[in-house]
């Protein structure tokens, strides 16, 4: 299916209390921050939230209003708000690898239910986790992660919803792409289909649901 | 158009009706290759071949065939607006993953609760399974187009395969030129039946047990092809 | 370390008798032909040959020419010199369904050193695997690929050693640049660093070792 | 320079020698992003961001900077010619698949044995562990770059971590402002020291078990930096 267009506050009136939105940015950059602001403005609550970070600008207004239940990432240390409401008890926190992180959400979007990993073999992130040896060396069983909803941010789209992304503001954008069943792709521009390079195309049309500009 | 031909694209073409505006598909080769021909002209779908391309288009004249810009069939491509390029891996993840809204794939056997066996015969030097496994386990609907009968006049439609499986109770609808089932919570059921055989007839060439569909479609399959036999026995043949 | 420039016969030396060689290539599309017909020429025997297929013009040259003890891939069938081969016991073949292949050499490439997979699970190819259950469906545990060799095809290279690939022949040659020790790429142009937009490199220097040209 | 970026500056500077003409090379936070100052001017590397980028460029001027344009740290950097960007995902697998050739990272503690703690203190309220458990596990060479002891003279270096572990066995050179030590096969071995303390000195301050090895370098830690102190007392405290 080609992407349609909605605007930000059309396109996360999707989002249900109690769903799990992965949102994609590392700090700022990459950060889909139209959506964010929409989606606070909304009545939303008890999400679970699949993101690297949870900066204060951005994520953390929704932290700020309530609507985080629960938080799966690899650096919240950045938020002292974070931190507060998961020492009182307000958010729970799951901390991954970044590595694994990024490899789950793959694995969640590619149909591969579990995977195994060196990173944080004997260590506290093990726990609770099997570890398995392949040739004499110790692996973490992960497993995928998926979401409801995908808040992505992009360069440009095409019509169709071919994306291509902007410098380090990639990062998690085109696996979040992958993982969910509704993706929602905040964009600079929408460009007639044909008018990307498709070798230069990075997430095709096929993972993405709703583009939104301005 | 031999008579061979012509039950191929009354295959392909009805096969094509079960696609829906906007799909996501993946051809498999033989008869679902042909689909692409019938597509109803008020939908638009997106054709992806698993060698790492969405968005195909039709087969060019063959002195603009790019050998490197092939099908899964290995077949001469061209791209359309809106192409898009990637690696084998991302493409069997678009698979594998479940986005695809659908794949056409041929068969060699299906059986009653949905397996496939399509990639083996026992005894027959196959050393190929390519990327069938996955579109089946992977595409939201699996449309099997299909001969009802092999060549040699052999029921393809059973209780359960006799050769290697593809997959288990993955297939959506099964489409011959004959009838038209869909596999609904491991049940196999008639929904459409050619005028050109009775009840009977389709049931005489099935062992597959089936159930019959209370609105049971009775349809000329062969509208818009040349009608290719008068004689339901000749069918059989 | 940036990629150095070799000739095919040059570059083909590196490899031994005995090692595993990944391929790209489908069908003839992406197929590293000069690479191909230079190792045809060395004494080298006893190549363990990752490729999803084998095709009569290309490395079907290696099977008359007795180089392969071993075929790894998902499709030979297309050859019926490997098929000869394979029932006179002359070659060994590990079938695996074309996504399983890839996700196995791209896990070869990243670390991840098994993975489990609804591909396959129930039918022949499962036998002697692992099959374990993830929200009520069976899955196969599949190990990760990896070469000695990776003898791959790209479009243009720039002189650091990233690659752009051209439409369908890109296919499995990004994975396999991940996968061996030692990466030959073999490309039709080698252009200045800086002349590829860094946004549309598919396969970053950092994988590839030796560039050969004409 | 005040004592402390001194002491800083010392340390990235001999890390920097431990680099390699062409190696791919990712710097941690802190003293590693120092290291980029110190390359040897004979010498090429290839900088690798893990949020997506390799040939990082080095920090443009203020009013170049671009917001979307930065490293693992959140600063803003440049591209350098032959500069790629890629998805997290393939940059992990750079990382996890032991594609870097060397990586200079931050230590909390090193034990003996080479492994290393650098994420979490315990009873400190730390939500993060970020890509560092990737990095360390999967870089080819993992050079530690860390001030000898805590800021409040506590040791770092340990015969075994008592913070939460970010890997085991995976250090390769641990480098201080007073000495170098390698892990080879389970040992910790001192190869350099600073001429600005004795081997008794460096011993009080350290509780990890090392041999020394036979070629131990001597050598004046302070060269191309201005001194920081006379007294080897005062590095204690």
Redesign the interface.
Known sequence: ??AIRKTAEEAVRLIRSGSTVMVGG?????APMRLIDALERTEVRGLTVVS??IERQSLGKWVQAGKIKRAIG?????NPD??EA??AGQIE?E??????F??A???G?????????????????DKGKEVRY??G?P?VLE?ALRGDVSLIRAHKA???G?L????????????MA?ASDCVIAEVDEIV???S???????T????VDILVTE | MNRKERIRRCIAKRAAQELRDGDVVNLGIGIPTLVNDYIPSEITIHLHTENGMLEVGPTPPPDQADPQLINASRQPISELPGASYFDSGLSFAIMRGGHLDATVIGALQVSQTGDLASWAIPGKPILGVGGAMDLVVGAKRVIVATTHQTKEGEPKLLPKCTYPLTARGEVDVLVTEHAVFRFEEGKMILVEIGDHLALEDLKSITPAEYEIHPHLKVVNRWEGLEQVWEDPVEVRG
């Open positions: 299916m080609a590392f700090g700022l950059s990459g690297d970070n690899t650096y919240f240390t950045t974070v931190v998961y020492h926190v901390l991954l690898p970044q590595g694994t990024c490899e959400i793959r694995a979007g590619s149909g591969i239910p579990a995977f195994y990993t060196p990173t944080a073999a004997g260590t506290d992130l392949f040739d060396r692996y497993r095409d019509e169709l071919n291509v992304y902007y410098k380090t503001a990639r990062n998690f954008n085109p696996l992958m007639p289909a044909g990307l390079d498709p070798e230069a195309i990075v095709p049309h096929v993972f």
